[in-house]
């Protein structure tokens, strides 16, 4: 049972009758969150009723107050007019005993119905993962983490691009430029090792017609999908994702499988794809042969084609992703979920593969765009070499953060300092993009990333290392947690409240695709134990009973604050 829900629908109930009988017969608008809890939990705005009521939205607000009788509800304390709102206040202490009873129960989600496959990053395997598109695989994982906190069955996949000119001339620059003619590696890494001959490749490729030419000839046999090709060129990129692998997972993001581009292709998914968009209303042919919808009625301008095949009748990287997305759908079933995680650079193939789902009648996917994350350097090319890579910046979040270490905590053994310094910048770099609204631009910046005092991810775990480090003196001291619901008092009630929301704001952010709304409830609840810690003793607290009651708040805080940094992918630290 979740309170929240319970709380809305009464408050739902209450308002629908109370506006009825003061002669509304519409909808009810929709509830707001006042910006102080002093104010109440739920608000509903009376603007839209002026119009029907033929009254000013105060003298609505005062009226429907006056008239509701929260007397038979559960969760619904108090009705409170506030200016042209209608508020309503939960039963804090009814909450609060309704968490502490049972805190695990309270932030477990119920299983939801269907599969979510989330895919996100699938950057080709040519080099390392850039600082530029390092919000892809944090915005994904995060996401991913939200949804299965949020009690949804998630699968997280990788498409991987092997039929493509990156990984022709990653494959041709490794079989045909020797070592000697290449600058050393930036690390002894396969994805830093391999991108020199893909940038090599690309020099030559400009250079020569008879390397472009010989490139092209491996593109056109990979997008064949020649099995013997195919199997020589896997060894290469497989190597390169294997560095790009273990970057992503030093930054905490897993995946569940991989799927190739060329078993599109070598299965017929591609050619069936093809066949039926060929038979679609959209579909026209070019006098040199090509194949494209036409999107004038969704796109207007020069591009308003979406070719699906060249004159040659081969298929373009675009069809190979509208079939993609077919077979997607077919392994989440009827009840499912496809949500994808892109760059804001694709949003018009997006928009063609949307347009081309639909004329199939296919399931299409919910898509996440995102800003880049600028740095001086400017913008980025694995091309040419013009890149800062996502391994600098984790090394440098984790050398300042272990100068940051040392400095707080010259007492700490050198395998722990760094242990913490490993964690801390690592969680920096993730938390400092997340919070972000994914539209919006990133500048990263160090000063912020790695304040222990403001909106940061230190703040965070610092705040789960001291409910840690209560708990733990408690345990020593033989103390432990009990409740009981007389001892409850307003303190334990607002931050059992702030624990209650766990699972509402990880419903939201998962409903919404919004991350940063819920980095912006794991601030509050760190800041909400923080104030609760400075103003309640616990451990020196004689009555043993409210004694009891302020350890199981914590051990709930605690807990919220545990699955808060999971949901978030950083990593949880019982000492800092």
């Not at 009988?21 to 009810?28: K, S």
């Not at 893909?198 to 400009?206: D, I, L, T, W």
């Not at 996502?390 to 953060?401: I, P, T, Y």
């Not at 607290?541 to 978030?568: F, I, K, P, S």
Request: hydrophobic share 40%; aromatic share 6%.
């Amino acid at each position: 049972m979740d309170p929240h829900r319970a709380f809305r629908a009464e408050a739902t109930t209450l308002l629908e009758d109370v506006f009825r009988r003061l002669g509304h017969e519409g909808g009810l608008p929709a509830f707001e969150v006042p910006p102080d809890p002093a104010m109440g939990d739920l608000g509903c705005p009376c603007f839209p009723l002026a119009r029907p009521l033929r009254r000013a939205p105060s003298e609505i607000a005062r009226e429907a107050a006056a008239a509701v009788d929260a007397s038979g509800t559960t969760w619904v304390r108090e009705v409170r007019a506030v200016g042209p709102y209608v508020n309503l206040f939960l039963d804090r202490n009814r909450l609060a005993a309704h968490v502490l009873r049972d805190p695990d129960a309270a932030l477990t989600a119920a299983p939801k119905p269907g599969r979510v496959l989330l895919e996100h990053t699938s950057a080709n395997p040519n080099g390392p993962l850039h600082v530029g598109r390092a919000r892809n695989p944090i915005l994904g994982d995060t996401l991913a983490r939200l949804h299965r906190a949020a009690g949804h069955d998630t699968h997280v996949q990788y498409y991987m691009d092997n039929l493509g000119r990156q990984v022709a001339l990653l494959y041709w620059g490794a079989r045909n430029i020797p070592e000697d003619d290449l600058p050393p590696a930036g690390r002894d890494k396969p994805d830093h090792v391999l991108v020199r001959y893909y940038q090599a490749a690309n020099e030559r490729m400009k250079e020569d017609p008879v390397v472009a030419e010989e490139v092209r000839a491996l593109v056109a046999r990979l997008e064949a999908a020649d099995p013997d090709l195919l199997a020589d060129v896997r060894r290469v990129y497989e190597a390169c994702f294997a560095g790009m692998r273990e970057s992503l997972e030093r930054l905490g993001c897993a995946y569940d499988s991989t799927k190739d581009e060329s078993d599109l292709v070598a299965s017929g998914a591609v050619e069936e794809t093809l066949h039926r968009l060929q038979g679609t209303p959209r579909a026209a042919q070019e006098e040199d042969g090509a194949w494209y919808l036409d999107l004038s009625d969704v796109l207007k301008g020069q591009k308003d084609r979406f070719y699906v095949t060249r004159k040659d009748g081969t298929s373009v990287y675009a069809t190979r992703d509208v079939a993609y997305h077919v077979w997607k759908a077919g392994q989440v079933g009827d009840d499912g979920r496809l949500v994808d995680v892109l760059g804001e650079d694709h949003r018009l193939q997006a928009l063609q593969v949307r347009t081309a789902l639909e004329a199939l009648g296919e399931r299409v996917p919910t898509v996440v765009f995102y800003a880049f994350v600028a740095l001086p350097e400017g913008k980025m090319s694995t091309r040419v070499g013009r890149v800062v890579f996502l391994d600098e910046l984790m090394d440098e979040a984790v050398a300042r953060a272990d100068e940051e270490v040392r400095r707080r905590r010259a007492d700490l053994p050198e395998s722990r300092a760094l242990s913490i310094a490993e964690a801390v910048g690592i969680a920096a770099v993730r938390f400092n993009i997340v919070r972000i609204q994914p539209e919006k631009p990133i500048e990263f910046r160090w000063e912020e990333a790695l304040d222990f005092e403001g909106d940061s991810a230190p703040y965070l775990m610092y705040a789960h290392a001291r409910a840690a480090s209560l708990l733990r003196k408690a345990a020593e001291e033989g103390l432990v947690p009990r409740f009981d619901a007389g001892h409850i008092g307003d303190g334990e009630a607002r931050l059992a409240a702030t624990v209650a929301r766990f699972l509402p704001e990880a419903e939201e952010a998962v409903e919404r695709l919004a991350p940063h709304r819920f980095a912006v409830f794991a601030l509050e609840l760190a800041s909400a134990f923080n104030e609760y810690y400075r103003d309640h003793p616990v451990l020196q607290c004689e009555d043993e009973a409210l004694r009891g009651v302020r350890l199981l708040v914590v051990q709930a805080a605690r807990e919220a604050l545990r699955r808060a940094h999971e949901a978030l992918g950083l990593p949880v630290l019982d000492e800092m």
